[in-house]
């Protein structure tokens, strides 16, 4: 944020300087204060530019990934680098005003669900693990809760793994409140994302 300024708005956002933001993360760590030191929301390119500078690298990148919006090169990128990556929004957020996925109503995952007799969030959950990733739900209920756990004892076969390629991939947390045409450091969502839309 611009010192001084007030308020959620893309034009109180001040240009990222992340070689110094990152120095300030790594002196926490150097201090024992945080044990661990990750980011979040950063496309392949923010990430490389973060290593490219970075002493401690980063032990996570957590972002939006379910099988809506898979990010296979994102995934692929981290897999060589060594960052483990998490997956926030799993089941789509369909209880989030903002955002309001309909992943769970998917054709896909109601088919595997059926196949295997598991509901669709488990689908969407055990599909995250199977891919190499953690993924991160949250339900305010607690059959809901018992129900996202039970996903390691069984797994989704490769011939039903293979429908999830079918799936048309949309970003549904597309950032558009952190850019603006005219005032803001990121004109628009293909900047804010370097592309990887
Ligand atoms: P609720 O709290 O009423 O269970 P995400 O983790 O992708 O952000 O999604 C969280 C949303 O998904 C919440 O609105 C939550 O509602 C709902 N949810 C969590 N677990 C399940 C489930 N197993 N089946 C259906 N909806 C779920």
Redesign the pocket.
Known sequence: MKKGSTGFKPENFSQPDLPSTWKAMEALYDSGKAKAIGVSNFSTKKLGDLLSVARIPPAVNQVEL?PQWQQPKLKAFCQSKGVHLTG?????????SS?K?D??KNPVLALVAEKLGK????VALRWGLQSGHSV??????EA??K??FDVFDWSIPEDLVSKFSDIKQERLLKGTGFVNETHGFYKNIEELWDGEL
């Open positions: 379910h926030y929004s799993p089941l789509g957020s369909p209880g989030t955002i996925g992943v769970l509901t669709p969030a488990q991160l739900p949250k339900s305010t209920k809901r809760i129900e996202n």
